[in-house]
């Protein structure tokens, strides 16, 4: 979980970067490129804390 949390959380400042440069050049960015960078980084924060607490549960059980 917190691998695909960081690759998501990459990618989608990766979105966020095009669909900024894009605007500053006067273009738009596709409607996927937008999504991933709209709703990508709240997933990837999701993923990673649940993975976070998986980890205290876990380290809790022990």
């Given at each position: 979980m917190t691998a695909a949390g960081a690759v998501l959380a990459v990618v989608s400042l990766v979105a966020w970067g095009v669909t900024l440069g894009l605007a500053a050049g006067g273009g738009r960015a596709p409607g996927w490129v937008g999504g991933l960078a709209l709703y990508g980084l709240p997933v990837?924060?999701?993923?990673?804390g649940a993975a976070l607490a998986a980890a205290v549960l876990d380290r809790r059980r022990r």
């Open positions: 990837a924060f999701i993923l990673m």
